[in-house]
């Protein structure tokens, strides 16, 4: 069984277009994240939730909306796609927010924007 | 805030060779400090990590890493090398009240 899953897996679109992508994980954690990879394979951190609460919202365009329907589940919503939202996108998970937890990472979206 | 720095952006070794990939982070309060690995199209997945007590932390694939305080590094090393170990390396560090933070990551190249 895949602890934490994403989907799509790839997701090419055009400059302007609004995308989702899924992440669900059966870990049973409290505790999901959204990252960021670029290019150079720089990770950051762009979101995180805490039992459906939001926890950490780094500085990231309001253009991205991540939206937690459970704990199991964290989405990622972008509107009005630009070139530079082209990465890798990981989803990850951990007990919760503690900061000993290690994080369980999903396989990547990658977004190509055109 | 703290930070991580990975000073070698890549690493060209050869097959059974000894390997250490460099770590050191700053930090105004203590640490908890993490490796992950990347392999190729994929996501991370961890090494190892020191919470406390000794120093001398070992990981899976027979990687260990060594925290030292003084000079706020945790270097990765492993006393010999596969082809398999071809991938990312990427130090992280995080506290309370902190976020995690990744280091830029090290890329590992393995060679027969």
């Known amino acids: 069984d895949t602890a934490v899953s994403q989907t799509p897996k790839y997701l090419v679109t055009q400059m302007g277009n609004d995308k989702s992508i899924k992440c669900e994980q059966n870990?049973?954690?409290?505790?999901m994240y959204w990252y960021k990879q670029d290019s150079k394979k720089f990770l950051k951190i762009m979101f995180s939730?805490?039992?459906?609460?939001?926890?950490i919202n780094e500085t990231v365009p309001n253009r991205f909306s991540p939206k937690s329907p459970d704990k199991a589940h964290l989405n990622l919503h972008i509107n009005s796609l630009e070139l530079g939202d082209s990465a890798v996108y990981f989803c990850?998970?951990?007990?919760?927010?503690?900061?000993?937890?290690?994080?369980?990472f999903g396989p990547g979206t990658r977004l190509t924007v055109l | 805030a703290q930070s991580v720095t990975q000073l070698d952006s890549q690493v060209p070794v050869f097959e059974e060779a000894p390997v250490e990939l460099r770590c050191n982070y700053s930090?105004?309060?203590?640490?908890?400090l993490f490796w992950y690995v990347q392999y190729p199209n994929q996501g991370l997945q961890l090494l190892l990590k020191y919470l406390s007590g000794s120093t001398l932390v070992k990981g899976i694939n027979g990687f260990e890493a060594e925290f030292n305080k003084s000079q706020t590094s945790f270097h990765l090393r492993k006393p010999s090398v596969h082809i398999s170990d071809t991938a990312e390396y990427f130090c992280a560090v995080s506290n309370y009240g902190q976020n995690f933070v990744f280091g830029p990551g090290t890329r590992l190249s393995v060679l027969p």
């Open positions: 939730y805490n039992n459906k609460e939001l926890i």
């Open positions: 870990l049973g954690h409290d505790t």
């Open positions: 990850a998970s951990s007990q919760d927010s503690g900061a000993f937890n290690e994080q369980f």
């Open positions: 930090s105004s309060v203590s640490v908890y």
